[in-house]
């Protein structure tokens, strides 16, 4: 366990817990847009940062990543934190115009629009949190979408902006996107996302459409159930 | 050829480096590190081997790196038998034979050597070895020797100790200089932590920039838990305007792969990898031959010097990504993958290279390793500043007369290394700034000129040592065209993984873009400032966390450029296009029609022998006039 | 075509096969690839996915990661502005500018007769040449404006 002191207050952690996770569950509030309890912290999204103090030093980290430790003094809130904090807002208002979160965010935190930074109109509302990314990597293991090119041009989608043969169409970036960005069209038998349509398939009980065939011939080569007994839906089962 | 397992085959190979290193007969050696064939050092070989062949003469012709000094090259070297070395500058495969002419009369006649050489030194050794008996003859003697050249006098080479004196391609001639005794040292007679103790006490500082104590980071590794450990040379020397790895790893590759060998011994590993840059081809040949020799001799592989330990090296060539300079990033891509950094709250000497402890250094800093151990690192300790110790290479660049790789103590003033090494500035122009540190550094102000160089006083000047590259700046120079060319140059080297580096490094761009075009709002540069600050705290790693160094410290010493830019829409060096105007100054203009030639918009005209004219309408600004007029009749203000 | 795309497997293979097939040798396998073609080939990536067991993703990561690497046919002739600092001080700004209106193309881009590609590239490391143009491997060092459309001319033959 280690004892640190998170915006004034005491508090005792178990060792290895990121102060992000400490602060959260003694009721401190720190933002953040890429981090999720199911996914490992990246620190991409900068919102999180703390200032922290060992002795005399202090230093800004990111608190979904560096863990408490004992004599730690954390401020969540101090002016360098939130400098940081008003310049990520300001520059993804910038990037990311269309967003309403990224909107209600920077109203919640007061900063405005920063007039000096043009509107980008080509990247919709992806932030590059990179959730999608590492779900479809590290949760469904499929790696059909991925981040390519590097440094403002820096890309989230299937190789080649078109080869989305390895997606199965299970929806998983979608429903974990902050932000709403990854479209998913769905009609009655079938679903579009990443620009490739899948057939989903009935329920053999209630004949309602619940998941992509694809899905199903997936997790059936990694469990080995066959696909007839992944047949019925969650709801049936 | 035999393996090397103890200090006699040793002795022997060095025996054998000394036969060609100094032969009994004449020798000529060509500098051929990068910078040497671009300037035409290959021809000026192809021409020495014919000419040599053609009229059969004894004289061994060989290759060797830079001296340094590469604003003389093609360089060429002679040492004849019982004569001091002579060094001639600006070597063409035409002055050929009149070389080889010169050489056979014993005279100095057509072609002039700008130094000569008495004597050979060998800083590991700790002595030098005259050449011949000593003594000058009279027709040399008007010849200034090495130390009185005012490039080299104040020169101190560790790190580049062998760069320009042997043959890269020569393991014998790197162990005739005393190469690979360090490591004999290390392995036979010393163990691993008092190897490391004996780092500490030189002080040696990581030459990649951060400048860590390279001893306690091994102390690190070596006490960090795994069996398997690696050891890292970063070669990725990406830095625009700082070249002096490359010239170690292709006049001196031994050198670095020697340090490695004793830091793996020291810290328990036995794996190694060399990350080169892409753009570095001759650096990889140049060490793969190096640690093939070494593999042949047993200084690399199983049971080096019968001791039981293993290490064998890698090479692995970059792709072409300034980030990969980045320890992490590095390491991610020598994994394979794309090079983002990632955080570095659990060090990579605990959690590196496929998460086991590894230990990263430079390729100067791994250089610097063979000396500290057979010289010791009190002797190491005793060169340079109080806690920047030993020497520094640096790359004296840009705007000044001598332009090369230079290696003096740290705490050398800037103003020796600009005026005395360098030179000064070239055309009478006024000396402005010295940028330093790269694209992460700052800049050095003329007032600052008696600053002391080391890792201290330039960070407290808002510059940093970065990994030593020195462009000097004249009064022709931008000073907020030079903050927009790095963060342009970082914009597009960002991985793109954070958000303060990806997107507000652009928005700097964007604001010193406009800026430079005239476009420049009040408040811009308060803005800078404070999106500086949250860049630099807010940043993921080393690249976005120094990104704004050079915005900072252009505005913190030239502020009145940025305002004569945004305010009076008026760039003092002449620089910004927007902001500028070509005109002809009548007076001068004989009216030789070479601008109306070169002009590609036709701005320029006049009839022939009068005055001409630049319709500034017109005129791009492309400055294809100015660099053409031989009367200096054109005018930008 | 069929027999063609044998062809490139085994050429492909030869490749990995110098890299006894390791994962973490796929930067070294594409800087090969690119050696071979002259850039990366779409089809051979994918073929590079299938023989080396990455996901395609991973293959296209690397390659658009770094700057080295090409997804588009390059010209003959690579022409390559040094950008480097000291370079920079010295008006190579110009020197690029003047290679986009000799060869009508933008910076990064390859001419309609692929003869030639317009890049610019990080510190050749050259600086006491400055400004200097790498072309096909050979420097040419202090270069001005006007001694382009020979230089060129040279290349064009």
Same mark, same amino acid.
């Given at each position: 366990m280690a004892k640190c002191i998170i915006d004034g207050k005491k508090i005792t952690a178990p060792d290895g817990t990121p102060i992000l996770q400490a602060a959260r569950d003694n009721g401190i509030d720190i933002p953040t847009?890429?981090?999720?309890?199911s996914i490992e912290p990246s620190?991409?999204?900068?919102?999180c940062v703390v200032e922290i103090k060992k002795g005399k030093r202090s230093k800004i980290v990111t608190s979904c990543l560096y863990q408490v430790e004992d004599g730690l003094e954390v401020d969540t809130k101090s002016e360098r934190v939130m400098n940081v904090r008003r310049l990520v807002l300001a520059l993804l208002l910038a990037r990311n115009p269309a967003s309403e979160v990224i909107r209600e965010i920077a109203v919640k935190m007061g900063v405005n629009p920063q007039p000096r930074f043009k509107l980008d109109?080509?990247?919709?509302?992806?932030?590059?949190?990179?959730l999608c990314v590492r779900t479809c990597a590290?949760? #469904?293991? #499929?790696?059909?979408i991925g981040l390519s090119h590097r440094g403002p041009s820096k890309t989230v989608g299937p190789p080649f902006d078109e080869?989305?043969?390895?997606?199965?169409?299970?929806g998983a970036c979608a429903y974990v996107c902050p932000t709403g960005h990854i479209l998913m069209e769905e009609k009655v038998d079938e679903r579009k996302i990443w620009g490739r349509r899948f057939k989903m398939k009935a329920c053999d009980?209630?004949?309602?459409?619940?998941?992509p065939l694809d899905q199903l011939e997936f997790i059936s080569k990694k469990t080995g159930v066959s696909v007839a007994d992944l047949s019925i839906c969650t709801s049936c089962r | 050829m035999s393996k090397i397992n103890t200090l006699e085959d040793l002795n022997k190979a060095g025996k054998r480096g000394l036969a060609t290193l100094i032969p009994s007969g004449t020798k000529i050696m060509v500098g051929m590190a990068t910078s040497g064939i671009a300037s035409g050092a290959q021809d000026v070989y192809h021409a020495l081997d014919r000419e040599i062949r053609e009229r059969r003469l004894d004289i061994i012709l060989s290759r060797t790196g830079s001296m340094?000094?590469?604003?003389? *090259? @093609?360089l060429v070297d002679v040492l004849e038998p019982g004569k001091p070395r002579l060094a001639y500058g600006k070597i063409t495969a035409k002055k050929a034979p009149t070389l080889l002419e010169q050489i056979a009369k014993g005279t100095i006649e057509t072609i002039k050597p700008f130094y000569r050489m008495d004597e050979e030194e060998s800083i590991i050794l700790g002595k030098s070895k005259r050449y011949g008996d000593g003594s000058v003859p009279a027709y040399l003697k008007e010849i200034p020797t090495i130390k009185e050249i005012p490039f080299y006098a104040k020169q101190v080479k560790?790190?580049?100790?062998n760069c320009g004196l042997i043959? @890269?391609? $020569?393991i014998d001639e790197y162990i005739a200089k005393g190469g690979y005794s360090g490591l004999y040292k290390a392995i036979t007679g010393m163990k691993p932590e008092a190897i490391i103790k004996e780092v500490i006490a030189s002080g040696l500082r990581g030459?990649?920039?951060?400048?860590?104590p390279a001893g306690i980071k091994w102390k690190t590794c070596r006490e960090a838990k795994g069996d398997v450990k690696y050891v890292i040379c970063n070669?990725? *020397?990406?830095? @625009?305007?700082?070249y002096m790895d490359r010239s170690v790893m292709e006049g001196d590759p031994h050198s670095v792969i020697e340090g490695m060998i004793i830091g793996a011994f020291a810290i328990g590993s036995h794996d190694g990898y060399i990350y080169v840059r892409n753009e570095y081809p001759l650096a990889v040949a140049n060490l793969g031959k190096a640690i093939e020799k070494a593999r042949e001799y047993g200084l690399?592989?199983?049971?080096i010097f019968n001791s039981g330990f293993d290490f064998d090296i890698r090479i692995s060539k970059g792709a072409?990504?300034?980030?990969?300079?980045e320890s992490t990033a590095l390491m991610a891509s020598l994994e394979g993958a794309a090079g983002e950094p990632r955080a570095k709250y659990i060090h990579t000497v605990e959690?590196?290279?496929?998460n086991r402890p590894s230990n990263l250094n430079n390729v100067e800093t791994w250089a610097n390793v063979p000396a500290i151990l057979t010289r010791g690192g009190k002797w190491f300790a005793g060169?340079?500043?109080?806690? $920047?110790t030993g020497t520094k290479v640096f790359s +004296? +660049?840009?705007?000044?007369?001598?332009i090369g790789l230079v290696e003096v103590?740290?705490?050398?003033p800037l103003k020796d290394i600009v005026?005395?090494?360098?030179?000064?500035? @070239?055309?009478g122009r006024k000396f402005k700034a010295v940028q330093t540190g790269g694209p992460s550094g700052g800049c050095i102000p003329e007032?600052?000129?008696d600053l002391r160089v080391d890792f201290d006083e330039l960070w407290k000047a808002g510059s940093m040592m970065g990994s030593g590259g020195m462009i000097v700046m004249d009064d022709r120079t931008c000073m907020v065209d030079i903050a927009r060319y790095f963060i342009e140059f970082l914009e597009s080297e $960002?991985?793109?993984?954070?958000i303060p580096c990806r997107e507000g490094v652009r928005r700097m761009r964007d604001i010193l873009e406009d800026i430079c075009a005239g476009?420049?709002?009040?408040?811009d540069v308060e803005l800078l400032e404070t999106m500086s600050q949250a860049i630099i705290d807010g940043s993921l790693c080393a690249l976005g966390g120094s990104a704004p160094n050079p915005v900072l410290s252009t505005i913190r010493y030239f502020r009145d450029e940025y305002d004569a830019h945004i305010k *009076?829409?008026?760039?003092p060096a002449g620089v910004c296009k927007a902001l500028i105007k070509y005109s002809v100054d009548s007076e001068t203009?004989?009216?030789?029609g070479m601008c109306v030639k070169v002009c590609p918009t036709g701005a320029a005209r006049g009839e022939k022998k009068q005055p001409h004219v630049i319709d500034e309408a017109t005129?791009?600004?492309?400055?294809a006039c100015l660099e053409s007029c031989k009367f200096d009749a054109i005018n930008v203000k | 075509m069929e027999t063609a795309r044998t062809d490139e497997r085994t050429k492909l293979r030869e490749i990995i096969a110098r890299y006894h097939g390791?994962? !973490? !040798?796929l930067i070294a396998i594409l800087q090969d690839i690119q050696e071979a073609y002259n850039y990366l080939p779409v089809a051979i990536l994918k073929m590079v996915g299938q023989e080396m067991d990455i996901p395609l993703m991973r293959v296209y990561e690397v390659a658009t990661f770094?700057?080295?690497? !090409?997804l588009t046919p390059r010209g003959k002739n690579v022409v390559e502005v040094c950008a480097g600092t000291a370079c920079h001080v010295k008006g190579a700004i110009n020197l690029l500018e003047n290679l986009e209106r000799e060869l009508e193309i933008k910076c990064g881009e390859t001419t309609k007769d692929e003869t030639f590609t317009l890049e610019q590239v990080r510190?050749?490391?050259?600086c006491s040449l400055a400004p200097v143009v790498r072309i096909d491997g050979n420097i040419h060092a202090y270069l001005t404006q006007q001694q382009i459309p020979d230089i060129l001319r040279n290349y064009r033959k």
């Open positions: 847009l890429c981090s999720h309890e620190g991409a999204c900068r919102l109109e080509d990247k919709g509302k992806c932030i590059l949190c990179r590290d949760i #469904v293991g #499929v790696n059909a080869d989305s043969s390895a997606c199965i169409g299970c009980t209630c004949g309602r459409y619940f998941a | 340094g000094m590469d604003c003389m *090259e @093609p560790i790190a580049t100790r043959d @890269p391609e $020569s030459r990649g920039g951060g400048g860590f070669g990725d *020397e990406g830095d @625009p305007g700082a690399l592989g199983k049971n072409g990504a300034f980030v990969c300079g959690h590196g290279l496929w060169i340079g500043a109080q806690n $920047s +004296v +660049v840009g705007k000044i007369n001598n103590p740290m705490g050398t005026y005395d090494i360098g030179g000064g500035v @070239p055309h007032k600052l000129i $960002s991985c793109g993984k954070c476009k420049g709002q009040a408040g *009076e829409g008026r760039c203009c004989t009216g030789c005129c791009t600004r492309c400055g | 390791e994962k !973490s !040798s770094y700057n080295a690497f !090409s510190c050749l490391g050259c």
